[in-house]
């Protein structure tokens, strides 16, 4: 009998506790599933979101691994309790998500559509035709699984996509850098910059001055990934000087994003709400039970998280 | 020694000139190129683009076949001093642009990207995360080049792609049908309908009160096809009436889109200036070398017209 603790916050057992026991029974286990924080000794596996019930690891002896229901672990991965395998979640609806929020808007910035969207004003505007994709150089800064299915369905799509990471990765059809000065050279080839890095020491503001600098004059900047990789101000600089063209922002250092934050109000800046991909509880469960169930026949966890690296 | 008679306005000489002359020199043909009309009697091809200096054939008498800069043919497949064959542009710039263009607001619409773009009012719209593509249907009538091209991005980003066209077609991954009884289909599962019909008698207001009435209430259409396909009095009906949401624009009856029409003014109208696709000097060019070499090495034209279908 295997032992599950859902350890987040009370609005998550009411989307995953039907999702979860469904994705359980069909991989045959034998369970118990609970919101509910009995014997900590007795638990098997921790089912984990930010926000709940849980930040001390310390008395959940037996357990076996931390399996987080959001791709990001930031809030975690340095809990000096926690001495057991962390798993991040990739769910499909994630990714997929995800996939389609970054192909959407690179292709509204590459179409130039809110010059449409906005100018509904009888101008017969002839001279918007946009280039080809195959003329258009995007970057990706990040090319974990989310950075990749963003890349791959780029270049699909005839873009010319030049990728970065930080350990060098080989991703077919892709042209991938790593390394400073592979960062130099996708800054400045980026047209469109699409930032999917994960939130580490190593990336904070990794979007400043300077890197703004390096980009293309009138790039434009699309962040899904995490706030604290951007130094507002010296955004909002490169935007008033034209330096960027636009930035379009789903993720932020404190959100909501306040009413009076000047992004709001900034003509050159599109604020959506931390949708551009979310844990979707179906998928994720599917991919929690099959993790207990590797974990179960000892077949390595997937998504673990390397907890020296941040993520 | 062939003779290419280039017979179409003269601002398409300024862009054709130097693309067809690399496109005819890299085909190894000897040849002539002019836009000037000497013998129509020497006149081995021609180029045609509508609105040029050509309305009658019949002086053409040795030509072998006539070559289209545009992939509609409405405006010369109905003239009865043209015996030769025919042949439309389908060229790679211009399917390229198309799948661009439709993919783009197809995930625009998907995605409600316009409640962001317009609403930069502070208000954190947390409720505005889109399903997933894998659940939501689009619709595309029309599998010719451009359809199919479109309806396999599509496809390959997990929208359940309905497919509708005259004949029955077989396309991998894509859900086709064919006949009145597959168009009610494929217009009442439709969330996202892309018209990309040619323009015949048989499609002319192909959308119009009835079929717009079949379709699920707060659809979106997406118009990159041609004009008349849509009766427009009908669509703005549908429009106020919120059994559409939005309808986005590229090609209407009366292009320049006069400043008075009512699309202009209507605030779930995106018109767009016949840009989706557009023919590129550089791909055609090559395209047109290419039918000339067939035709003078006895292979079949490519895109041959079927004068009896119109198209």
Known sequence: MIHVYFAAPDAYWAAYREPLRRALDQSGLTYTLSPDRD??????????????????????????????????????????????????????????????????????????????????????????????????????????????????????????????????????????????????????AAEILVLLLPQTSATRYIINAQSL?????????INPGRGPLIDDQALIAALNTGQLSHATLDV??????????????????????HIASQTRADTASEMIAENIKRCETGEPLMHIVDRTAGY
């Open 39 to 188: 014997d900590p000794a007795n638990v098997d596996y921790i089912v984990f979101a930010p926000g709940g019930p849980v930040s001390d690891f310390t008395p959940f002896t037996r357990a076996k691994a931390v399996l987080g229901l959001w791709a990001g672990v930031e809030s975690i991965v340095g809990n000096k309790t926690l001495n057991i395998p962390l798993a991040r979640m990739v769910d499909r609806g994630l990714s997929e998500g995800m996939r389609e929020w970054v192909t959407g808007h690179v292709l509204r910035h590459h179409l130039g559509m809110d010059t449409h969207i906005h100018g509904q004003d009888g101008i017969w505007r002839e001279d918007s035709v946009p280039p080809l994709a195959r003329n258009r150089t995007v970057g990706i800064l990040g090319l974990g699984a989310l950075g990749q299915t963003c890349a791959m369905a780029l270049a699909a799509l005839n873009f010319r996509v030049k990728g970065w990471s930080r350990n060098a990765k080989n991703i077919p059809g892709i042209t991938c850098h790593s390394g400073e000065d592979g960062l130099n050279t996708v800054l400045s």
């Open 252 to 273: 932020f250092d404190v959100e909501p994003l306040p009413a009076e934050h000047p992004f709001w109000a900034h003509d050159r800046v599109t604020v959506t709400p």
């Open 213 to 221: 600098a390096r980009m293309p004059k009138g790039a434009v900047i």
